[in-house]
């Protein structure tokens, strides 16, 4: 009796010290990811440059819109166009409103295989790398700037507490959302022999419908509709919306709940693309 109950304590725990090795070792992958992006100083900051020049000219020409429309324009006036731009710009980086390809190399060039090999997932372990890359390229391009603009034109900060941390939250799923967004056109490598012109028209659309180049609010009715039906919004314009307090924090939940619901497919969408890529890998080579 003794032997089987230590036998039945053993196998209790194995999966639970499994469930917690996993959860160390993603958390150590993300580590790596920062501490690896942490070391391109100069790349930094060229990036905080680039940004902070760019985010005055986009604010410039906003607020000429802005002016040429009597001071106010789609509910947005100067301040909130300010703080719209900045911390676009803010999100621009940790987004990474331009994509990836690295795994979409790595199915070209059969180095995949080994990734399915490895004793972590391959979605979460990129999914680890990316929230550490995130979380560097948030605070060294992502800050500077919005602090800079904040100095220059001001921003229009909430009140409402609540709405720093529905920002938090909106900020993390938007991070997701990307994410799997990106991963479906990298895993489209399984069946395209080239995913760069894949790649092009979902930058382009993505920069169009997330609200990143304009808030959508200001598209016409017909192209608005077509935006809120995709996950493109819940990358920029929602965090930004909940972030500024431009939306007050009980319509902001209603925003991070379509956030949970766009994780939610694109992850099952992901998951079922990487399992049919994963059946019909063919790796050649000597």
């Known amino acids: 009796m003794q032997a089987r109950a230590a036998a039945a304590s053993v196998l209790w725990h194995v999966p639970q010290r499994t469930k917690i090795d996993r959860v160390s070792a993603h958390g ?43 001071g106010e324009l789609g509910g947005y006036t100067l301040l909130q166009a300010a703080t719209y731009v900045w911390l676009g710009q803010a999100l621009l980086a940790p987004i990474e409103a ?48 919005l602090v800079v603009g904040g100095l220059v034109t001001g921003l229009a900060l909430p009140e409402d507490p609540v709405s720093y941390l529905l920002g938090a939250l909106s900020l993390l799923l938007a991070i997701t959302v990307a994410f799997l967004a990106d991963m479906m056109v990298n895993l489209a490598a399984f069946w395209l022999v080239e995913t760069r012109g894949l790649t092009v028209v979902y930058n382009a659309t993505m920069n169009l419908l997330s609200g990143f180049l304009i808030p959508i609010v200001w598209f016409p009715d017909w192209l608005l509709a077509i935006a809120r039906a995709t996950p493109f919004p819940s990358m920029i314009q929602t965090p930004i919306d909940t972030l500024s307090g431009r939306v007050p924090p009980a319509e902001a939940l209603g925003l991070i709940g379509v956030q949970i619901g766009w994780t939610a497919g694109l992850a099952l969408a992901a998951w079922a693309m990487l399992r049919a890529g994963t059946r019909s890998l063919e790796v050649q080579g000597g």
Do not use: C
């Open 98 to 145: 331009f994509g990836t390809r690295e795994v979409s190399q790595r199915v070209h060039q059969g180095d995949i295989a080994v990734d399915l090999l490895r004793p972590v997932d391959l979605l979460s372990l990129h999914y680890a790398q990316k929230l550490g890359r995130s979380a560097f390229l948030l605070l060294a391009r992502g800050i500077p700037p």
């Open 28 to 70: 150590r992958i993300a580590a790596a990811a920062f501490r690896q992006y942490s070391t391109y100083r100069m790349a930094t900051a060229a990036g905080i440059f680039t940004n902070t020049v760019f985010g005055f000219i986009r604010a410039s020409i906003m607020f000429a819109a802005i002016g040429t429309a009597g």
